[in-house]
């Protein structure tokens, strides 16, 4: 909504609407379902009428906001834009508007608010509005179908074909197993005056933007977190590089990825990847016409199904002539959306992070916000600092981990193998897997370990023994890990869907001695371990003989992806786990 500082008169404003209503096509746009399809047509102009409300209390007014932006446009044949004069009592009157996406995004918005004000002043003045400039929308949809059939979109095909063919496992700074809703939610920071000033001053010196150190910062954030420096990142790319597209009314953003490499333990400093990011960016842009569900549709039949990114970063530089607030609406595509905006002219920075709020927690969403504030301020102090050593933990959250400081400091006391047959003796009937059609209580599952780690014991198996594990997730999985950490073991977990000869490099590289899997799974590879098929154990095995752990023994190993250099294993204790 934007704020309307003098006296309005209403019906001058409905016409300011109107005029605008006439001249833009694309406003005028609408979607139809027909037996081809789903199609678009520009329909003929109908006259608007200006809903007029008014409400005594601020919050009687964002309680009518928070209902509207979650009332759906009725998309099938029907106006796209929606548009309300609110009244609160001693505040001053405000425009509220409503767009769907199809019509609208955040450049077009300016100017089609621009252009009603406009108008108003003109209609005001007793004075004829002056018409936008050619607004036929359909300019731009002709554009594309002749772009989808140029030698440009050819070529930008195979630039995205070479930059991401190799690109096959997601860098994520969280996993979840799970589907999701796109209901999200949002958390926001302003930027104090002296960070403002610092990011600004350090742009201007290092000659780059706020947006490129935005993604810098959430590069370095998402490898150290994911253990990747091989990332890519979402862009979100206004697409108005056509100067005969800057100041049409439309849905022109255009969603690309980043593609960030940097070599696996090279020395690389902030400055370095700033140079980096620049380039990619650059590149992006350059080939950003590609349509981002063409790319994904390319990568599907390349048998690469996995989503390019988790995140996705954009930039809003929108300066409205009046007072103007965006309402989130609570649904998000992507786990998470970074919007990095300055409006105004004092260039005030905001930070907003848009979650999916069955992916992320609001807590989690504001630690992200937190460390990546962290990682723009050690970056901006010591530009030669290498991305490493930049620190990602807050002052605060670096003392915590130095000095406990309290006796409510978390110290590991069992083993996860003790911690789970805990809970197996307290709740021996209740369900511990489901898997399909079958499931597992864990008195059960406690058995069934058990027996696993008998034979385990009888082939030597005994305290922080690496043994692999190359299973399909199923409860075998988690009765092979279960049985591997009851005799003392440490696991080394392999999808069987990993490249054969990463497969065979983890269990060169771990040292594992024995290999648990199925036949099947079996005759696929060469291991230089021995073999424990799960599938095939001996009714009858030895008794089982429990191992007195400690919380410091080595848990479990698992190794990085590996995709700019050779994987590299990570040893995990039982401790480090429980914590």
Known sequence: HSELQEPINNNLLEQA?????????????????????????????????????AFSTEAQFTQHIDTLIRYPFAADNTALYYFELIRVTGQPARLVYCFHHVIMDAASMKITVDAIYDNYRQLARGRACLPLDDQDYRHYLKYEADYLSSEKCANDKNFWAGKLSTYEETAQIKRVNKSVSVHADRVDYHFDHALNQKVQDFCKREKTSAYRLLIAAYYVYLSRLSGRRDTVIGTVFHNRFNLEFCDKIGMFVSTTPVRLAVAESAPFN???LLSLVGNEVELAQQHQDYPFDLLMQDRKQMGLDAPLFEVAISYQNSSFILPTEFHFQKAQEFPLVIHLSHRGDNNQLKLELDYQTDYFSRAEASAICTHLLTVIEAAIANPQSDIENLAILTQDEQQKLINPGNSNHFIPRYTITELFEQQ???????????????????????????????????????????????????????????????????????????????????????????????????????????????????????????????PDDLFYVIYTSGSTGRPKGVAIEHASFEN
Do not use: H, W
């Open 270 to 272: 902030f400055r370095e």
């Open 424 to 550: 197996a003796a307290i709740n021996p009937d209740a369900l511990a897997i489901v898997n399909d059609d079958t499931s597992v209580t864990y008195q059960d599952l406690n058995g069934q370990a058990n027996q696993l780690a008998s034979r385990l014991q009888t082939l030597d198996v005994t305290r922080e023994t690496l043994v692999a594990v190359l299973l399909p997730r199923s409860s075998e999985l988690i009765i092979a890990m279960l049985g591997i950490i009851k005799a003392g073991g440490a696991y080394l977990p392999i999808d069987p869907d990993y490249p054969q000869d990463r497969i065979e490099f983890m269990l060169q590289d771990s040292g594992a001695k024995l290999l648990v899997t199925t036949s099947e799974l079996s005759n696929n590879y060469s291991s230089p371990c021995n073999l424990l098929l799960i599938d095939k154990l001996p009714n009858a095995t030895g008794e089982y003989q429990p191992v007195s752990g400690k």
């Open 17 to 53: 609407i109107n005029e605008l209503v006439k001249s833009a096509d694309t406003l005028r746009l609408r979607i139809q379902t027909t037996q081809d399809g789903v199609a678009q047509y520009v329909a003929d102009y109908e006259v608007v009428t200006l809903k007029e409300l």
